[in-house]
Nanobody, 124 residues
Framework: QMQLVESGGGLVQAGGSLRLSCAASGGYIEPYHMSWFRQAPGKEREFVAG???????YYIDSVLGRFDISRDIVKNTVYLEMNILKPEDTAVYYC??????????????????WGQGTQVTVSS
């Protein structure tokens, strides 16, 4: 049973940056598709960024050019570098791990393991 623990969230002004980390234990991230999802109050959880086990990168349009997902297999950790943050980026951010076809990487219903989430708040 793999555990995922996020850190790095916080309060930042619009235009600022944050780097989220997701440390995995109880298993290795290498064979998994690793993703970040987010959930704002009153909204459904949505896919933000993903890195497949085959090396592909996937982002929602609203974060293209601003967010960057990466993984360090030595540290068994996934990162989400977030730049030029906007108030609409405010949400709880969740780390996720899944296997299966790459086409399901954006689907929260196929996630095998979730982290507990970390709050990101962007003030205007």
């Amino acid at each position: 049973q793999m555990q995922l623990v996020e850190s790095g969230g916080g309060l930042v002004q619009a235009g600022g940056s944050l780097r989220l980390s997701c440390a995995a234990s109880g298993g290795y991230i290498e064979p998994y598709h690793m993703s970040w999802f987010r959930q704002a109050p009153g909204k459904e959880r949505e896919f933000v960024a993903g890195h497949s086990s085959l090396g592909g990168y996937y982002y929602i349009d609203s974060v293209l050019g601003r967010f960057d997902i990466s993984r360090d297999i030595v540290k068994n950790t996934v990162y989400l570098e977030m730049n030029i943050l906007k108030p609409e980026d405010t949400a709880v951010y969740y780390c996720a791990a899944e296997t299966g076809p790459v086409k399901s990487i954006r689907d929260p219903g196929t996630v095998a393991y979730w982290g507990q989430g970390t709050q990101v708040t962007v003030s205007s």
